[in-house]
């Protein structure tokens, strides 16, 4: 039997026309005119299915009441009642009694009434809700009505109850929230937790979804010792642009006696013809915002912000850059005439071109920047080093020979009486290159391939006098494989390290053949110094050493659940260890990791550290985190936690104890986080601590 369609407008997914297939049909002609169906009737239109035992179908009101075992079934909704009445000219279905399941994430619950409509929507009336499987009511959100949107993804409700263990811990007049992974603007979850530093906290965000490609988020944020303050995050997307802006104000800090704000601005635009520019600007009200308002160890070292605003272009053979930078201080411990030069502006130029002419390679870096500082010499410098080489490749080798010219040039304001105010420096430098690649197929079961990669490279760099130059961004860096084989040895072009050297280092592979996975990669290397190095930076002392510091690095991925990286720097004769990292990491299982680190800095940092996070049982997973300093012989960082999970929800408990201030000062607090699987999650953000300092750490829970 085939009932014409009430004319409603469908989706072109949707069949036209309902389709109602029956058992057995009375029809009876009298005052009331009806139509009896048993022995099981089954509707359909489109992919929606409705069924039941008997029917009777009133064909005044176009409607279908049905009876016994009564079901309805579209693609997100799985619904059981007692009886229904289903209208052919609405499209809508109305359950008494009725127990439903939604399948994007297993929700269930039942309604004394439940109305669904054409366009799948749900209304429920006395509802109790819950993603626990059957048999399990551990958590409960119960409301007077509740409409649930499956196309949307996402669900009202009204005079709300959440229930835990059958223990009410939340209400609300009205709440929105997910049934799926919709945007939905509503509050949020709010966040509860301790601190000593600032007391109580509590922050409720209120999500804002303002349209498909611009959102807001405001969050109250109460801390009992110092007051009230507001955060809000406004974000943006385009076809072109993408950015965010950051404001967060406390009006009157009881705890610092004045008012204090945070300003951060990002924003990406892709211009015409390739170019893209960049500004990110960000300032605090005072020195101190990281360290009482941060809520993290990173947080609180913040010395300095960078802010600028930058555009770059790139093509084949060219790239151009240009910035206005500056930043804000914050540690007044650092001097003046030691804090950072703004660029205002900087400019660079580089060009690339391969084997161009008579198979050579020609390259250009330039760069002209304008460094500005309330003290201390300021000026312009203008920096131009063409570079040609020759590169020559055989199979397995390679053999190139390289000559390059550094033109300097400084106009400078404010220098001392008698100090040149434009000098210069010009020198060349020429280099030579050579690296092999031997490998060989190991003997074994396991198909191993072994590589063996020496590279030689021969610097030299003629003296030239340059303390007349001053040093606006030049520093020594660390010894590392990359410094290594670089030409000049110091980073920036205030100084060109004079030099006659020999950089030599050695790298060995073994890898899986079947899979070209590295399972051990080892380098060691060394410079040797053929002349005495004079070019210092100011206060330096030249020294008359023939080498470098060795350096190595080793990684093993030999057991496949076992990795260790080790980097190792140290010096000839009796000057031993200059820094040395390690990392230990064994991780069984998806959820078992532990880490082991350790660094160490010569006459600065002595540091290790170990963070776990192991289940103890089927349910209970135990997480830390221990950072201790030896040089100091203090705690820097530590937290311990319990995380527990059932079926449906899960809880974390975290105890955290670490130095929030740059003076050593310490804060320590105590989260506790109920997360109420495909529903929300209450209390502090634990998840969040955990993955920042458990490597490999999870925030889902198992």
């Not at 004394?112 to 799948?120: A, D, F, M, T, Y």
């Not at 349209?211 to 009992?224: E, Q, V």
Request: with cysteine; hydrophobic share 35%.
């Amino acid at each position: 039997m085939t009932l014409p369609d009430a004319g409603q407008q469908q989706s072109a997914a949707d069949d036209p026309e309902i389709h109602l297939d029956v058992g057995e049909f009375d029809a009876s002609i009298g005052s009331e005119p009806a139509a009896s169906m048993t022995g099981g009737i089954l509707l359909r239109r489109g992919n929606r299915l409705a069924g039941a035992d008997s029917a009777t179908y009133d064909p005044q009101t176009r409607s279908l009441h049905l009876e016994g075992d009564v079901r309805y079934q579209d693609p997100e909704t799985q619904i059981t009642g007692d009886t229904a009445n289903f209208s052919y000219s609405s499209g809508s279905i109305e359950f008494a009694g009725a127990e439903f399941v939604l399948g994007a994430n297993n929700s269930r619950g039942g309604a004394e009434k439940l109305v669904i409509n054409q366009r799948g929507e749900l209304r429920l009336d006395k509802v109790h809700y819950t993603t626990c499987p059957p048999g399990s009511n551990d958590w409960v959100l119960q409301a007077d009505d509740i409409d649930l949107n499956t196309r949307d993804g996402v669900g009202t409700a009204r005079n709300i109850r959440l229930r835990f263990q059958n223990v009410p811990i939340l209400w609300a007049p009205y709440i929105s929230f997910p049934i799926g992974n919709a945007r939905k603007s509503g509050v949020l979850t709010p966040e509860i937790g301790s601190t000593s530093r600032s007391g109580n906290e509590i922050r409720v965000p209120y999500y804002w979804n303002i349209a498909p490609n611009y959102d807001a988020t405001f969050t109250p944020r109460l801390l009992t010792d110092r007051g009230l303050q507001l955060q809000t995050e406004f974000r943006y997307l385009s076809r072109l642009h993408d950015g965010a802006l950051v404001a967060q104000f406390l009006p009157d800090d009881r705890a610092y006696n004045d008012s204090r704000q945070l300003v951060w601005l990002r924003h990406r635009s892709l211009l015409s013809n390739g170019l893209r520019g960049v500004l990110n600007f960000k300032e605090v009200s005072d020195d101190q915002y990281f360290e009482d308002l941060g809520g993290s160890l990173s947080a609180s070292s913040t010395t300095h912000l960078d802010r600028y605003l930058a555009f770059d272009w790139h093509s084949d053979t060219l790239s151009a850059f240009m910035q206005l930078q500056d930043y804000q201080t914050l540690d007044d411990a650092i001097p003046p005439d030691q804090r950072p030069y703004q660029r205002l502006p900087q400019m660079l130029v580089s060009g690339y071109w391969p084997e161009s002419v008579a198979g050579l390679t020609t390259s250009l870096d330039a760069e002209v920047v304008n460094f500005d500082r309330d003290v201390g010499v300021t000026g312009w410098r203008a920096n131009f080093a063409p570079r040609i080489e020759l590169p020559v490749r055989g199979r397995g080798w390679s053999f190139t020979p390289a000559l390059a010219w550094d033109y300097t040039h400084y106009q400078l304001d404010n220098t001392q009486p008698g100090v040149e105010q434009n000098p210069d420096r010009s020198l060349p430098i020429a280099s030579l290159d050579a690296g092999l690649v031997l490998e060989r197929m190991t003997t074994g079961a396991k198909r191993r391939i072994q590589t063996i990669e020496p590279r030689v490279l021969y610097v030299h760099i003629p003296y030239r006098d340059q303390s007349a130059l001053p040093v606006f961004d030049t520093i020594d860096p660390d010894l590392n494989l990359v410094q290594l084989f670089r030409a000049n040895r110091f980073l920036g072009v205030d100084r060109i390290g004079d030099t006659d050297q020999v950089s030599m280092g050695i790298t060995s592979r073994i890898i899986d053949a079947d899979s070209g996975k590295e399972l051990v990669t080892a380098t060691i290397g060394q410079t040797r110094y053929l002349s005495d190095l004079r070019v210092t930076l100011p206060g330096g002392v030249a020294t008359g050493t023939d080498s470098s510091d060795y350096i190595a690095e080793i990684r093993f991925f030999l057991y496949e659940h076992l990795n260790f990286d080790v980097g190792h720097q140290w010096g000839t004769a009796q000057e031993g260890t200059t820094q040395s990292e390690a990392r230990l990491q064994y991780r069984p299982a998806s959820n078992k990791i532990l880490n082991l680190g350790y660094r160490y800095r010569r006459n600065s940092v002595e540091q290790g550290d170990i963070s776990w996070s192991w289940p103890i049982g089927s349910k209970w997973n135990f997480v830390g985190l221990y950072n201790y300093s030896f040089r100091d012989e203090t705690l820097l960082e530590e937290f311990f936690g319990l995380e527990y999970e059932s079926c449906c929800w899960g809880l974390r408990l975290v105890s955290r104890r670490h130095i929030s201030a740059r003076d050593g000062t310490r804060d320590s607090s105590i989260g506790l986080q109920l997360v109420l699987k495909g529903m929300t999650s209450v209390g502090t953000a634990a998840d969040k601590l955990l993955e920042r300092g458990i490597l490999g750490y999870s925030a889902d829970l198992r």
